[in-house]
T-cell receptor, first 110, second 113 residues
Framework: AQSVTQLGSHVSVSEGALVLLRCNYS??????LFWYVQYPNQGLQLLLK??????LVKGINGFEAEFKKSETSFHLTKPSAHMSDAAEYFC????????FGTGTKLQVIP | DGGITQSPKYLFRKEGQNVTLSCEQN?????MYWYRQDPGQGLRLIYY???????QKGDIAEGYSVSREKKESFPLTVTSAQKNPTAFYLC????????????FGQGTRLTVV
């Protein structure tokens, strides 16, 4: 069975600091991988996705993620946090169906 | 503009009443999904439909029902059999294929009193 684990339900960083949100997947077949962002009381928006090819993928708002098959990971990073990055972030894996992680709330401290 | 629309954004109902949440998309997507979101639990799949007049149960279908009579529409009914219906409900659609991203509506927050 496919599963997605996001380590840390809450992450706090200072404005300007590195953002690192962790995602690990478990699947018998390497899935396609996605990161979404959700602002309060809104739907989810796609940040980036990995399907095939280059393992480092760049997304919107300066975010990027690297697919590491050996570590079954797809961690999300951003070099410098902005206040506007405060939101909840979801990692998702897609094979026969899409499975979402439980989300990580990012707090950015001024 | 193409997109996916959920209505209403906020909904209040008395316990024991059925309520229907609307989801419409003009993206010409084949597949549509309903998720329930509770704090700390991520998104849980209620029902999904990959084609008109066909749908499948997700992980937490009990107490919910859906229909897919038109490609554009996928309404969700929360029945009185749902023990804890207060939640944030999200509708999504995809073009199809496991490498395509999901497009989400803005959500409906249902409160049962």
């Amino acid at each position: 069975a496919q599963s997605v684990t996001q380590l840390g339900s809450h992450v706090s960083v200072s404005e300007g600091a590195l953002v690192l949100l962790r995602c690990n997947y478990s699947s018998s077949v390497p899935p396609y991988l996605f990161w979404y962002v959700q602002y309060p009381n809104q739907g989810l928006q796609l940040l980036l996705k990995y399907t095939t090819g280059a393992t480092l993928v760049k997304g919107i708002n300066g975010f990027e993620a690297e697919f590491k098959k050996s570590e079954t990971s797809f961690h999300l990073t951003k070099p410098s946090a902005h206040m506007s990055d405060a939101a909840e972030y979801f990692c998702a894996a897609s094979n026969q169906k899409v499975t979402f992680g439980t989300g990580t709330k990012l707090q950015v401290i001024p | 503009d193409g997109g996916i629309t959920q209505s209403p954004k906020y909904l209040f109902r008395k316990e024991g009443q059925n309520v229907t949440l609307s989801c419409e998309q003009n993206l010409n997507h084949d597949a549509m999904y309903w998720y329930r979101q509770d704090p700390g639990q991520g998104l849980r799949l209620i029902y999904y439909s990959q084609i008109v007049n066909d749908f499948q149960k997700g992980d937490i279908a009990e107490g919910y029902s859906v229909s897919r009579e038109k490609k554009e529409s996928f309404p969700l009914t929360v029945t009185s059999a749902q023990k804890n219906p207060t939640a944030f409900y999200l509708c999504a659609s995809t073009q199809g294929g496991r490498n395509t991203e999901a497009f989400f509506g803005q959500g409906t927050r249902l409160t049962v009193v």
